[in-house]
């Protein structure tokens, strides 16, 4: 793996990564460029490099990605609240019970780039990436879309995703706010978020499949099958 963006660059395989990164950034329409506000700073960004391999140690792919330096973040200023709820473990233990007792499928999904799907509602301003900057090294990044290391990024991720589910008819549980539920005359629907993967199940395999499609139509999805193993 690279120790430096000067290093990946030279590499046809990483600068290739690089630019698919880098894409899929301005597809989301993550930042624009401007001139940095007055008594404001940038914080800095940097590229991480990893090798993905698949089950007998070939490599399946070269995957970078440009991360944030969170950690030079005011707070007050670059962000205010960073709490993003985690699912408890009792909840997907009673929500696999209840499945397996009724035979219901347990579907589980995987929401692709997850994080910068969060819309910011902070003003923070991004150095430009190394190996893409643009001709004007005057200007920064304004972020319009939450990306990785962000403090704020798993919790804008997370009210973007439960928004979009109480739109299509779901009621937070109380109990735990990771579950969902769907209800109508004759069926029910659960789902469970656990950062960037839900695991759905139900009364109703049809109405499974066509929450998958409408989510699939908001976001990129990874629909990975019946739930298989759970760690918990």
Known sequence: EPTSVKHALSSPEWK?????????????????LVPLSLGRKAIGCKW???????????????????????F?????????????????PVTIRIMLTVALTHHWSIQQIDV??????????????????????????????????????LKQTPRAWYERLTKTLLTFGFVQSKCDPSLLVFKTVSDFLYLLIYVDDIIITGSSSVLIQKLITKLHAVFALKQLGNLEFSGY
């Open 112 to 149: 692709n780039n997850a994080f910068l799907n969060g819309d910011l509602e902070e003003e923070v301003y991004m150095t430009q990436p190394h190996g893409f900057a643009g001709s004007d090294k005057s200007v920064v990044c304004k972020l319009k879309k939450a990306i990785y290391g």
């Open 48 to 70: 991480v490099f990893r090798v993905k391999q698949n089950f007998d140690g070939s490599i399946l792919k070269y995957k970078a990605r440009l991360v944030a330096k969170g």
């Open 72 to 88: 030079n973040q005011i707070p007050g200023q670059d962000y205010s609240e960073t709490f993003s709820p985690v699912m408890k």
């Open 16 to 32: 290739e990564a690089m630019r698919q990164e880098y894409n899929a950034l301005m597809a989301n329409n993550t930042w624009s």
